[in-house]
């Protein structure tokens, strides 16, 4: 199930009638109180939002999205007439998993979310069985998704969470933004590479102390070191 929370009828109506003819069972909303209620009665595979809605705008959405432990971990895909660099970079800083802007041809849209489905099925089916990584006192339990230092929990996008799970996999390899995309995103026809460099800028944030742990590596890209 996709939700599709966007405020102009005609958009709204033609992205559910093209994912349903696509296989892709959608649901349209209007306004994000139709949303959230929603969520209440059945939980997305996945979440088109708009920036620009009536009520609250979707940045606020989206926060509350990440928020809330049941909705944390769903995709999220902003579609936006927003087009500018920065409002694309704030997108992705707040945890959207992809930046669509409008106009936008509808293929290219049903290809991108189909991506994201793919990927985001993969991961779950990774987490299945429990792993355990540490660094240090930072520990991740990759089935129940806690991230935790010294005992205190830290709040991570899916992302974010995906990008520590595989640097702590492999300790001191270094993974240039192309590698990090591929097995990250899933692919990396659409989305550009800047987008590793705001995920790992506000993992390091998250991380507090423990962020110096994820080293650039000049001119290659980013892997894990080991703390002072």
Request: glycine content about 6%.
């Amino acid at each position: 199930m996709i939700y599709v929370v966007e405020d102009d009828a005609s958009i709204r109506e033609l992205v559910v009638y093209t994912f349903n003819g696509s296989g892709l069972e959608s649901k349209g909303f209007e306004k994000p109180s139709e949303f959230f209620a929603a969520l209440e009665q059945e939980l997305p595979d996945l979440i088109l939002l708009d920036l620009m809605l009536p009520e609250e705008d979707g940045m606020t959405v989206l926060s509350k999205i990440h928020a809330d432990p049941a909705t944390k971990n769903i995709p999220v895909m902003i579609v936006s007439a927003k087009d500018s660099e920065f409002d694309k970079i704030k997108g992705l800083d707040q945890g959207a998993d992809d930046y669509v802007t409008k106009p936008f041809g509808m293929m290219e849209l049903v290809a991108r979310v189909k991506v994201q489905l793919r990927h985001n099925k993969k991961s779950e089916e990774k987490t299945e069985a429990q792993e355990l990584l540490t660094a240090g006192d930072l520990c991740v339990d990759t089935r129940s998704h806690k991230i935790t230092i010294r005992d205190v929990p830290v709040n991570l996008t899916l992302k974010e969470f995906e990008l520590l799970c595989l640097f702590l996999r492999h300790p001191e390899q270094v993974f240039t933004r192309e590698q990090l995309l591929d097995k990250v995103w899933g692919i990396d026809c659409y989305i550009e590479s800047r987008t590793v460099d705001v995920h790992i800028r506000t993992l390091r944030v998250k991380l507090g102390d423990y962020g110096c742990l994820v080293e650039t590596v000049r001119g290659v890209g980013y892997r894990l070191g080991k703390k002072d």
